[in-house]
C-alpha cells in the first residue's frame, strides 16, 4: 500500500525557517517525480515544487523561488521541503504527493497529476 | 485567483447527475491531453478521480467521467450519492515552466 506522510509543520514567524520531510512507503521511491502541493486555509490547492527521481531536475512556483528548496534522499525514501524567509502568505497544510507515470516498452515517463497524497502537515506563519 | 476557473458551487439531489466545469486557456487545458480531477472531503487529502482529461484510477467508480472540448474540460457524476458531497479541482498541465495549474475549487451538495 502507497503511503506518504508528513511531519515537520507547526508555528513559524515571519522570516524564519521550517524543513517539512514526507516518508514514502509501499512502492519504488526512487522511480517517481514526486511534489509539494499546498493549500491555504478555506482555499484551493497551489502546487509549489517538483523533483525528478535522481534529484538532478527541480521546478518552483514562481512565489516560492529562491526561498524554497526541494530535495530528496532516496537511500531513505523521504521527500524534503526547506521553507526559508516565511511569509504569512506561505501559510497552508502541505501536502507531499507522488507524480504518475506512463509506462510503455520497459520506459517510463513523468505523468502530470498526482495519483497519491500525504495527509499534510499545517505550517502557520505568525508573528 | 485560481489560473483555472470553476463554479464556486453546485448540487443535485441523489440519483441525478451533475457537471462541474474547469475553464482555462490555450496555454494549458486548451493546449493538453492532462486535465486531472480530485475529490476532497474536509480535513482530508485530494484523491485523484480523473487522470488525461477521461481516464479513471483503478477503484474510482465509473460514475465518474471527464471530457474536455478546447478550452474547457469537465467532470460528470452521474447516480449522484450522499458521499459524493466534497470539493472538487481541476487541474491542468501548463507547460514545463508552470508545471500544473489548479482550479478554484468547486463545492458539491448533495441534497
Known amino acids: 500500500e502507497v503511503q506518504l506522510v508528513e511531519s515537520g509543520g507547526g508555528l513559524v514567524q515571519p522570516g524564519g525557517s521550517l524543513r517539512l520531510s514526507c516518508a514514502a512507503s509501499?512502492?519504488?521511491?526512487?522511480?517517481?517525480?514526486m511534489s509539494w502541493v499546498r493549500q491555504a486555509p478555506g482555499k484551493g490547492l497551489e502546487w509549489v515544487a517538483n523533483i525528478k527521481q535522481d534529484g538532478s531536475e527541480k521546478y518552483y512556483v514562481d512565489s516560492v523561488k529562491g526561498r524554497f528548496t526541494i530535495s530528496r534522499d532516496n537511500a531513505k525514501n523521504s521527500l524534503y521541503l526547506q521553507m526559508n524567509s516565511l511569509r504569512a502568505e506561505d501559510t497552508a497544510v502541505y501536502y507531499c504527493?507522488?507524480?504518475?507515470?506512463?509506462?510503455?516498452?520497459?520506459?517510463?515517463?513523468?505523468?502530470?497529476?498526482?495519483?497519491?497524497w500525504g495527509q499534510g502537515t499545517l505550517v502557520t506563519v505568525s508573528s | 485567483q485560481s489560473a483555472l476557473t470553476q463554479p464556486r458551487s453546485v448540487s443535485g439531489s441523489p440519483g441525478q447527475s451533475v457537471t462541474i466545469s474547469c475553464t482555462g486557456t490555450s496555454s494549458d487545458v486548451g493546449g493538453y491531453n492532462y486535465v486531472s480531477w480530485y475529490q476532497q472531503h474536509p480535513g482530508k487529502a485530494p484523491k485523484l478521480m480523473i487522470y488525461d482529461v477521461s481516464k479513471r484510477p483503478s477503484g474510482v467508480p465509473d460514475r465518474f467521467s471527464g471530457s474536455k472540448s478546447g478550452n474547457t474540460a469537465s467532470l460528470t457524476i452521474s447516480g449522484l450519492q450522499a458521499e459524493d458531497e466534497a470539493d472538487y479541482y481541476c487541474?491542468?498541465?501548463?507547460?514545463?515552466?508552470?508545471?500544473?495549474?489548479f482550479g478554484g475549487g468547486t463545492k458539491l451538495t448533495v441534497l
Open positions: 509501499g512502492f519504488t521511491f526512487s522511480s517517481y517525480w
Open positions: 504527493a507522488r507524480e504518475g507515470r506512463y509506462c510503455s516498452g520497459g520506459s517510463c515517463y513523468q505523468a502530470d497529476y498526482f495519483d497519491y
Open positions: 487541474c491542468s498541465y501548463a507547460g514545463s515552466y508552470s508545471h500544473v495549474v
